[in-house]
Structure formats: C-alpha cells, structure tokens
C-alpha cells in the first residue's frame, strides 16, 4: 500500500472503430484503501465533456455525473473502494453528441430525466449492473451508437484540427492549423469554438498538459529537457502553464502524478 495508506489505479480504453469519430476515450479510476477517511482527488482539466459512474459497495454509494468543460483542476474527494467507469466525448463531436453548447454543460450529478435525456436516461442504471471496465465501456459504446451520428455530421475542418493538435501534442500555432486546413484564422476559432465549447488555443493548452505529464510518467525527465521538448521557451515558462492549470508547481505536479499507478494510456 502507498505511504499515504492509499492507492489510485487509472487506466484507459480507445474506442471501437464504428464511434471512434465522438469518442476521445473511455476510462477507469479506483481506489485502493482501508482507510474510511475521505481522500482528497484532483482532476486535471483535459479539454473534454465527459459522464461518468462512480460505484461504491462498501459505503452503498451510486453516482452518476455529468462533468463540463473546465481550465481549471477540479477538486473533490473519493475513498476506498472507489470505482469510477467514464468516456470522454471528442471534442470535434461534443456539440452533436450533447445537442447544445459545451460551454454551457455543467458538473454536477444527474437524478433526473431532464438533464440531457437523449443521452444520460437509463444508463445508470445499466452501469450499476457492470462487473468490470469492459461491460461499462459496452454500455457507453451503445448509447452513443444509438444516437445514429455519421461521421458526415461532425465538422471535418474541426475533426482534422484535433488530429493535429493530437499528432503535435498541443505545441502548433493555431494560424498554422488555420492555413493547414484552407480557412482563416477567424473562421477556424469560430467552428471548433461552436463544436467543443473551447478556442483552439484553450484546448491546446491542455492537451499540452497531458503530454507533458505522458511524458513524465515514461521517463525520467528534467524540467529543463522537458520544457524544451514541448516548446515552452524555457522552463520558467513551463512552470507558469502547470501553475495557472493544475495549480501545482512542477515538482508537486510530478509528486502527483506518482500517486497513480497508470496503464494502457492513449497517447
């Protein structure tokens, strides 16, 4: 058991083929603990509306959450026995999948009908009838086939540019996705801005941040090497990007990440 008398496991799961074009990944968090005493839990923003099922059988607890997009780390806590099943939307697809504005999804539980029911009605209670990560990610992959969207519907220009800041990890000036795709800037910033709820830039910059901390946990790196590998001009400045994201230093930000035993990570 960790020194902290708790262990968190993550792992993550691509989609199939058929939902590959609204789907980032699915994903799996417990907890390992004997301690009842709640453990505190960030949530480093990602860049992506997600749902997720957090399960409980020592302590009873069922919830079913819907998070919206956020530049801000998201603190809550979770105890031992923990099991969270969740999927992230892509971004590209996030306006079709949700049928409104992603800026304007909240976080919050859902116990009712009335929060998105095209797509959160009845999936709960399929996901409190999971025995592993790989029948939840059944049940997402299911509803999100049900809701019939072809990949005609999803804005080619704003898909391709995710497959871009993708391939870069975040380190592309947004003029030369632009001009890559053979629109201009304005007109670039206001689609994907109207598919992900997000500017360009503001999801570069987490996507960013997920590269760097993929990065950390392959190998041993200093900050300086780091900071010259994604583009930051010196290591200064990559420490002030961790900073306004994750309100962590980047020695406190590897710390944490060290807390979590990772797998099968889509990169």
């Known amino acids: 058991m960790h020194e902290n008398d708790f262990k968190f496991h993550y792992k993550e799961h691509p989609p199939k083929a058929e939902i590959e074009h609204l789907v980032f990944g699915f994903f799996e968090f417990k907890v390992e603990s004997d301690s009842p005493k709640p453990i505190p839990h960030e949530v480093f923003p990602d860049g992506c509306v997600s749902i997720l099922y957090r399960q409980n059988k020592k302590l009873d607890l069922e919830i079913f959450l819907l998070k919206g997009l956020s530049l801000e780390t998201f603190h809550t806590e979770v105890f031992g026995g923990d099991i969270h099943w969740g999927v992230r939307f892509s971004p590209s697809a996030c306006a079709e999948i949700l049928r409104c504005d992603p800026k304007n999804v909240p976080t919050k539980p859902v116990f009712d009908n009335d929060t998105l029911p095209h797509l959160l009605v009845g999936v709960s209670k399929q996901l409190s009838k999971c025995q592993s990560f790989a029948e939840a990610t059944s049940v997402y992959t299911e509803k999100l086939r049900s809701l019939e969207i072809p990949v005609e519907k999803i804005d ?11 391939e870069q990890k975040g380190e592309i000036k947004i003029a030369e996705i632009a001009e890559s795709l053979e629109i201009s800037r304005r007109q670039f910033e206001r689609r994907f801005r109207k598919c992900t709820g997000l500017t360009p830039k503001q999801f570069a910059r987490t996507y960013r941040l997920r590269a760097t901390a993929i990065s950390l946990l392959e190998k041993d790196m200093n900050w300086a090497s780091r900071a010259a590998e994604m583009g930051f ?8 990007e961790l900073e306004n994201l994750t309100g962590r230093n980047p020695k406190a930000f590897k710390k944490r990440l060290e807390d979590i035993d990772y797998e099968d990570l889509i990169k």
């Open 156 to 166: 080619k220009a704003v898909a391709k540019a995710f497959k871009i800041i993708e």
């Open 233 to 240: 001009a010196d290591q200064s400045h990559l420490s002030h």
